[in-house]
């Protein structure tokens, strides 16, 4: 079956960076017709797509994170990446790795991804 394992995820000052790692397997990052996504979970707070990444290169972010975010792959790893700069108190949220996602529309709608990872905790402190 698919596992997705993120990491990288910990504790950081307002400005700081972080990566986020998620190694599959049983799932090819770089096949095609495929999307995979970064998703976070704030307290209290429904879980919002962050980033989007599909085959054929085409990348999508949601607002806030525009210019701070870089979603990208490995494939030689197999493994999609998050880079986070310039973190926010906001940013603070469990960060979940997705895949199996529509590649005509690679959204970042929960309900279209059909695999997940455990999540990784990040948390930015002012």
């Known amino acids: 079956q698919v596992q997705l394992v993120e990491s990288g995820g910990g504790s950081v000052q307002a400005g700081g960076s972080l990566r986020l790692s998620c190694a599959a397997s049983r799932y090819g990052v770089s096949a095609a017709n495929n999307c995979m996504a970064w998703f976070r979970q704030a307290p209290g707070k429904e879980r919002e797509g962050v980033a989007t990444?599909?085959?054929?290169?085409?990348?999508g972010y949601t607002d806030s994170v525009k210019g701070r975010f870089t979603i990208s792959k490995d494939n030689a790893k197999n493994t999609l990446y998050l880079q986070m700069n310039s973190l926010e108190p906001d940013d603070t949220a469990m960060y979940y790795c997705a895949a199996g996602g529509d590649p005509y529309r690679c959204s970042p709608a929960r309900t279209d991804y059909n695999y997940w990872g455990q999540g990784t905790q990040v948390t930015v402190s002012s």
């Open positions: 990444i599909n085959s054929g290169g085409p990348t």
